[in-house]
């Protein structure tokens, strides 16, 4: 792979993504300013991840908005593949699809996909991906969606639901469909195979039209969703993509939950996030200090920064001042890497407790079959 190669497919994600050419590849647009400017009217809100970017490229937005201003409601629809914990990475699509569902009173869909992981993962048993599949619920209702809209769905435990939908996908998406989309070989298991099908079960489970916010590498799955979604009788699920969350080591790869050093857990101790940040996270300060203070920093490539861009800084000003600092020389990378840990750990403090609280609420939110 050349320096300026990249790979996005939901299973894996490496290099130094470029996201204009990510959006030609898969065919998605960039959200434009007007369309920003759109649901800013809509929503009567200006979203830090709109406004910057996060959520850059999408499917077929402007159908569900009109369709919205008809008086025609949408659901929302998300998931996870509970390889491990949650970590901070996964925090961005979920926190911008309860904004979504606080801005338009919609009911909204969490898939957890303990059979995935079980396939695609060699080490991990289905024991493990279902114990996982609990623990991510909780981070998810402690970000506090509607008890009343919004239901968790487990792959093992609500397949009675999922599987009469998901075999009318199947049935339309043939193996040289898949193994184009995404590399599938002659030693695939079977459950890969199939899998897609059950992803796009969810987005048929309402007779409405579906908005999906998801991260960008989950996008092949919904392609052939949406090609097949006229030949079931159903509407094509409209998507809104944000970008992967950099490793903490810096450019290239999104944060894998395998990845241990890689990765803030959102069930890191305070010490622990501390100790992660300052050890591993990518600097783009100079080697010294006289330099850095003589030539400045890189914001545009430093961790650190990028996380308090993308998730944990949305005051504009005050981001605006880090990254002028850090350029100026006048910030040192050590202060900067503490500004961010000061920030997680608020942040962790409060999402700790609202995540214990919510192992009490677990059953509201469930998804039963009928
Ligand atoms: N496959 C996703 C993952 O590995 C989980 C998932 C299931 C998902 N349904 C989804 C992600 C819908 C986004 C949207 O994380």
């Given at each position: 792979?050349?320096?300026?190669?990249?790979?996005?497919?939901?299973?894996?994600?490496?290099?130094?993504?470029?996201?204009?050419?990510?959006?030609?590849?898969?065919?998605?647009?960039?959200?434009?300013?007007?369309?920003?400017?759109?649901?800013?009217?809509?929503?009567?809100?200006?979203?830090?991840?709109?406004?910057?970017?996060?959520?850059?490229?999408?499917?077929?937005?402007?159908?569900?908005?009109?369709?919205?201003?008809?008086?025609?409601?949408?659901?929302?629809?998300?998931?996870?593949?509970?390889?491990?914990?949650?970590?901070?990475?996964?925090?961005?699509?979920?926190?911008?699809?309860?904004?979504?569902?606080?801005?338009?009173?919609?009911?909204?869909?969490?898939?957890?996909?303990?059979?995935?992981?079980?396939?695609?993962?060699?080490?991990?048993?289905?024991?493990?991906?279902?114990?996982?599949?609990?623990?991510?619920?909780?981070?998810?209702?402690?970000?506090?969606?509607?008890?009343?809209?919004?239901?968790?769905?487990?792959?093992?435990?609500?397949?009675?639901?999922?599987?009469?939908?998901?075999?009318?996908?199947?049935?339309?998406?043939?193996?040289?469909?898949?193994?184009?989309?995404?590399?599938?070989?002659?030693?695939?298991?079977?459950?890969?195979?199939?899998?897609?099908?059950?992803?796009?079960?969810?987005?048929?489970?309402?007779?409405?039209?579906?908005?999906?916010?998801?991260?960008?590498?989950?996008?092949?799955?919904?392609?052939?969703?949406?090609?097949?979604?006229?030949?079931?009788?159903?509407?094509?699920?409209?998507?809104?993509?944000?970008?992967?969350?950099?490793?903490?080591?810096g450019p290239?790869?999104?944060?894998?939950?395998?990845?241990?050093?890689?990765?803030?857990?959102?069930?890191?101790?305070?010490?622990?996030?501390?100790?992660?940040?300052?050890?591993?996270a990518f600097s783009g300060g100079r080697p010294d200090i006289e330099e850095h203070r003589r030539l400045g920093g890189n914001p545009d490539i430093d961790v650190s920064y990028q996380?308090l861009r993308?998730?944990?800084?949305?005051?504009?000003?005050?981001l605006r001042s880090i990254y002028e600092d850090y350029k100026s020389g006048k910030l040192l990378s050590g202060e900067l890497k503490a500004i961010l840990?000061?920030?997680?750990?608020?942040?962790?403090?409060?999402?700790?407790?609202?995540?214990?609280?919510?192992?009490?609420?677990?059953?509201?939110?469930?998804?039963?079959?009928?």
């Amino acid at each position: 792979m050349s320096a300026d190669d990249f790979i996005v497919t939901p299973w894996h994600v490496e290099g130094d993504i470029d996201y204009d050419k990510l959006v030609q590849k898969f065919g998605t647009e960039k959200i434009s300013v007007e369309l920003q400017n759109r649901i800013k009217k809509i929503t009567g809100e200006d979203h830090f991840m709109l406004r910057r970017g996060i959520f850059f490229s999408h499917r077929e937005m402007n159908r569900i908005l009109d369709d919205y201003e008809k008086g025609n409601k949408f659901f929302l629809y998300t998931g996870r593949g509970p390889s491990g914990h949650t970590h901070i990475g996964h925090l961005i699509p979920w926190a911008f699809a309860k904004w979504l569902q606080k801005k338009f009173d919609v009911n909204m869909y969490f898939q957890l996909t303990d059979d995935e992981k079980f396939f695609s993962k060699p080490n991990l048993t289905l024991e493990d991906t279902e114990k996982f599949a609990y623990e991510n619920a909780l981070d998810f209702i402690a970000l506090g969606f509607n008890p009343e809209k919004t239901k968790i769905i487990i792959n093992t435990k609500n397949i009675q639901t999922l599987y009469p939908i998901a075999a009318q996908v199947a049935k339309k998406i043939n193996f040289s469909n898949t193994k184009a989309t995404f590399g599938f070989t002659n030693e695939t298991n079977l459950g890969m195979i199939f899998y897609t099908s059950l992803q796009s079960a969810p987005c048929f489970i309402e007779d409405k039209p579906v908005l999906i916010p998801l991260g960008v590498d989950q996008d092949p799955h919904f392609r052939l969703t949406r090609d097949i979604a006229p030949k079931i009788g159903k509407p094509k699920p409209a998507l809104i993509h944000n970008i992967m969350i950099p490793a903490l080591e810096g450019p290239g790869g999104k944060m894998s939950a395998s990845d241990e050093n890689g990765t803030v857990y959102t069930t890191d101790a305070p010490n622990v996030v501390k100790k992660k940040i300052n050890k591993y996270a990518f600097s783009g300060g100079r080697p010294d200090i006289e330099e850095h203070r003589r030539l400045g920093g890189n914001p545009d490539i430093d961790v650190s920064y990028q996380y308090l861009r993308i998730f944990f800084e949305p005051d504009d000003n005050k981001l605006r001042s880090i990254y002028e600092d850090y350029k100026s020389g006048k910030l040192l990378s050590g202060e900067l890497k503490a500004i961010l840990i000061e920030k997680i750990n608020t942040f962790l403090a409060v999402h700790q407790e609202k995540r214990e609280k919510a192992r009490e609420k677990i059953d509201q939110f469930l998804f039963e079959n009928k």
